[in-house]
């Protein structure tokens, strides 16, 4: 069983930056693969970036590529996802998610276990 609490969220204006953090608990966050997910409202969850359970391989979606890096301190059992750039579209709500696939999934299915979300408002 995995605990994740994200936070790090808030409101932020258009060009600026947010780093958001996934606490995870439990001694065996190093064996999972860690996603960032986001919904907003209308829109269907989107995949956002992934991390291999050692942090060698990592992965983002299109709309955020070279915007946004994802990270992790298997030391602190954390992950993080730096965003820069950021734009009015990307507000929503942002999960962090834990699972064993291989590799860096994209799908939510492929993920076991999820945060609560936090909050991220990019304002014009």
């Known amino acids: 069983q995995v605990q994740l609490v994200e936070s790090g969220g808030g409101l932020v204006q258009a060009g600026g930056s947010l780093r958001l953090s996934c606490?995870?608990?439990?001694?065996?966050?190093?064996?999972?693969?860690?996603?960032?997910?986001?919904?907003?409202?209308?829109?269907?969850?989107?995949?956002v970036a992934a991390i291999t359970f050692?942090?060698?391989?990592?992965?983002?979606?299109?709309?955020?590529?070279?915007?946004?890096?994802?990270?992790?301190?298997?030391?602190?059992?954390?992950v993080y996802l730096q965003m820069n750039s950021l734009k009015p579209e990307d507000t929503g709500i942002y999960y962090c998610a834990a699972g064993t696939a291989v590799g860096v999934p994209t799908l939510g299915r492929q993920y076991d276990y999820w945060g609560q979300g936090t909050q991220v408002t990019v304002s014009l």
């Not at 001694?27 to 999972?32: D, G, V, W």
């Open 23 to 47: 606490a995870a608990s439990g001694r065996t966050f190093s064996r999972y693969t860690m996603g960032w997910f986001r919904s907003a409202p209308g829109k269907e969850r989107e995949f």
């Open 54 to 78: 050692y942090g060698g391989v990592s992965y983002a979606a299109n709309s955020v590529e070279g915007r946004f890096t994802i990270s992790r301190d298997n030391a602190k059992n954390t």
